[in-house]
């Protein structure tokens, strides 16, 4: 045991001794006779001063909260007016010889000054409860309770000294009556504590030296005057060394977890208040009697409002109950993030519905969301999956059930027969039409629609829908496809097609081809466009428009674009310096959203440049409009290259909807016309709203890039007469087949030479 625990313990053992020989005084005095009745007086004034210097002593030397140091300097101060008073009886006893002297009116004072304080103490106490219901059931259980004891004790203790034939003094029955409601009291108090700072074995003890006064009443009420002798000498010392207890426990206190309060308190006050109903009831009843029958009539009624405050809990507890198995049921069957339904519940609502007749199901999967997760971050992509949720749950409305299925791939099980999927795809794909989320991102989407009769195996369904779904990707962003039979194979063959890229990259069948951009009046070759192509061991030249949407899908179109970049660039530092620095003015090598979003693509840029010695100023990365609106990351990484020196196209300009607004925001250099407003330019149709809205549209773009000072480029030129309107519209440059297909890099050094030669010439 530590210093600091037996400084407590010899308090405990001095209020002991002083107990132990007060009780042998008093055997000795009981045969003898020998010596003053009022020695009897002296042990507990002398004991209480003890206890009240113990709880000093651990108020200056223990660590204490405020909570408890409240307490304790509280019950300091209570065994400090009752160890006065009781002095001021024991020196009242020494002068007056009758062995119950009468108690001084300043010793009532003193000691009962002593008992409030301490009851006040007690009721201090936290009880660790946080919600006012709670605070007010338990005050009824403690009311319940203390009512029930108090008039036991009150019965037996008090009861007989009020109405026997001895007169008791008004100061002696108030102490004992408040040493009865410190018991009453304290126990209660403390079968309601759940944890606290104030030691719950310290607090019993406290509580038990109020019930002290009952044995010293029993006695009393039992030995008459000479019962005050053993009351005084022998039951009221054991007071003084329960409060020192009670203090040497609060030492060793290091705090306790905390605990569930009593609930069988009041019932058991209830059976103790039927103990003195039963004593009255055969004899004549005394206003005292009285009393009791009425507190215990006022028990059972407070028990019966405990009982419906009970009654009225437990509703209250089975509706929290019933809401807590209705949100774990939600749960079961509700996307966390996005608050859809989840696999689960798509799957049975999709069994019943095949099991009653057909079902149709749409298959909805976000384009490129693993690239803006990977590169954003997750925070910004389960932002985007929210967003999606909402457009799905406001196109889809009424007519069916959207799902989240996990990642970024998503359902809609429609509900409405009446609804056809194509018509449901087309509103989710309208509503996608613009950026979302608080980041506004531009995200397209890919759907599958398959629909089943009654019978089909709900895999089979999901199955279906899958290849319709892949089928759209294979198509190209923001497409539906309604699944058919035939339709798995293809889809099969796009797969492979995956696995074939990867081996090609690593086999080194790609090679870049570059397509001339002509100035239109001198038809002077000015800069290329690099375009990536596939030499296939077996199939010979396999297609952009086959493999780019394989390599988009797969990610493969990150490490592709990176061959060429580098490939392209190093051509471009070749030629400059077989031809000289007016060669060439633009290397363009397409760059698609998924390089974007690559964290490095910036770094890699920069490191192929120095690879090279090409000019940061004479490559040009052609962009598509929705490759650009994708995001902060996006932009960051077009602004870094922007420093650079790097230049951009916006290609296929036109075909979006917001190509305006965004040359406002995007650092473009070049702005490409749309083949599509190329095509049938030069026909002159007066009238012919086709012809005047291409037109129209070229003047537009033309006169807008005069405006922001950029170059325009003419793309998918077929003929002489589209080159002669364009000139008329104030274009200066173009690409297209009319004026050079594609070719090797063999084929265009040649150009290249003719060209340097017939300048010469």
């Known amino acids: 045991m530590t210093a600091d625990h037996r400084a407590p313990l010899r308090y405990v053992v001095a209020t002991g001794v002083v107990a132990l020989v007060s009780s042998l005084w008093f055997a000795g005095w009981a045969i003898t006779g020998i010596g003053p009745a009022a020695v009897s007086f002296l042990a507990l004034p002398l004991g209480a001063a003890i206890t009240a210097f113990a709880a000093f002593d651990l108020l200056r030397r223990a660590p204490l909260s405020v909570p408890a140091r409240r307490f304790w300097r509280s019950l300091t101060a209570a065994f400090a007016g009752i160890g006065v008073g009781y002095s001021i009886l024991a020196v009242a006893g020494f002068r007056d010889t009758s062995i119950l002297p009468v108690m001084p009116t300043a010793a009532a004072v003193f000691a009962g000054i002593g008992f409030l304080i301490a009851m006040w103490a007690m009721g201090r106490v936290p009880l660790g409860i946080g919600s006012a219901g709670e605070r007010w059931r338990q ?44 018991a009453v009291g304290g126990i209660t108090k403390v ?31 039992l030995g008459g005057d000479p019962g005050t002798i053993p009351a005084q000498a022998v039951a009221m010392p054991i007071a003084p060394v329960l409060g020192t207890l009670a203090v040497y426990r609060q030492w060793r206190f290091t705090g306790a977890a905390p605990r569930r309060a009593n609930t069988w308190l009041p019932y058991l006050a209830v059976a103790a208040v039927d103990v003195p109903l039963i004593a009255v009831i055969p004899g004549a009843l005394t206003w005292t009697d009285k009393l009791v029958i009425v507190a215990s009539v006022l028990v059972t ?134 950026p979302l989320s608080t980041h506004r991102l531009l995200v397209h989407a890919s759907i599958g629609i398959a629909t089943a009769p009654a019978g089909t195996t709900l895999d089979r369904l999901l199955r279906d829908a899958d290849v319709a779904m892949y089928a759209a990707k294979q198509r190209g962003k923001a497409n539906w496809v309604r699944y058919h039979d035939g339709m798995a194979q293809p889809v099969a063959d796009h797969a492979q097609l995956g696995g074939e890229l990867l081996r090609a990259l690593d086999a080194g069948e790609f090679t870049v081809h570059y397509q001339p951009i002509v100035a239109l009046h001198t038809g002077r070759i000015v800069g290329v466009e690099a375009l990536a192509r596939w030499m296939h061991p077996t199939r010979g030249m396999v297609s952009p428009a086959e493999f780019i949407p394989a390599a988009e899908s797969t990610g493969l179109i990150v490490p592709l674009g990176r061959f ?133 549209v070229a003047r537009a773009v033309m006169q807008l890039a005069l405006a922001l000072g950029l170059d325009t480029v003419a793309e998918g030129i077929e003929n002489r007469a589209q080159v002669d309107r364009l000139l008329d519209l104030g274009y200066s440059l173009g690409q297209g087949y009319h004026l050079a297909r594609p070719m090797p890099a063999e084929a265009m050094t040649r150009l290249l030479a003719d060209q340097r030669d017939f300048a010469s010439a």
């Open 191 to 221: 079968s309601y504590i759940r944890g606290g700072p104030i030691d719950r074995t310290a607090l019993r003890l406290i509580g038990l030296t109020g019930s002290v006064g009952a044995a010293v009443a029993l006695l009393m009420v």
């Open 564 to 696: 060429v970049l580098r490939e392209a660039c190093r051509q471009a530092a070749a030629w400059l310096a077989e031809f000289g620095p007016d060669a060439l003015q633009k290397f363009g090598p397409n760059v698609s959203a998924r390089q974007l979003h690559d964290p490095d693509f910036v770094a890699d840029v920069q490191a192929v440049l120095a690879e090279s010695g090409l000019p940061a100023d004479r490559l040009v990365l052609e962009l598509t409009e929705s490759a650009v609106l994708r995001g902060q990351q996006v932009s960051r990484a077009l602004y870094q290259l922007h420093e650079l020196g790097v230049r951009m196209a916006l290609d296929d300009f036109g075909t979006g909807e917001s190509s305006l607004s965004l040359l406002r925001s995007f650092p473009a250099a070049i702005i490409k016309l749309d083949k599509s407003f190329v095509d049938g330019i030069e026909l002159d149709e007066p009238g012919s709203p086709e012809a005047d809205a291409r037109q129209a």
């Open 139 to 182: 005050l009824l259980d403690r009311a319940i309770a203390f009512l029930g004891g108090s008039t036991v004790l009150f019965h037996f203790g008090l009861a007989p000294m009020i109405g026997g034939e001895r007169i008791w003094s008004i100061q002696a029955l108030v102490l004992l009556g408040l040493s009865f409601t410190l």
């Open 301 to 434: 009624g407070l028990v019966t409002v405990r009982q419906f405050v009970v009654f009225r809990e437990n509703a209250r507890l089975l509706r929290e109950k019933r809401a807590s198995e209705e949100r774990l049921q939600h749960e079961a069957t509700h996307d966390g993030l996005t608050g859809l339904a989840n696999r689960a519940l798509f799957r049975r609502r999709l069994g019943e519905q095949l099991e009653r007749g057909g079902a149709t199901v749409l298959l909805v999967d976000l384009d490129d969301f693993k690239t803006i997760n990977d590169s954003l971050g997750h925070d910004v992509g389960d932002d985007l999956l929210m967003a999606v949720a909402a457009v799905l749950r406001d196109a889809t409305g009424a007519d069916g059930l959207p799902v989240r299925l996990g990642g970024d791939e998503f359902a809609v099980l429609i509900s409405e027969p009446t609804i056809l999927g194509e018509t449901l795809a087309q509103r989710i794909l309208d509503a996608f039409a613009g």
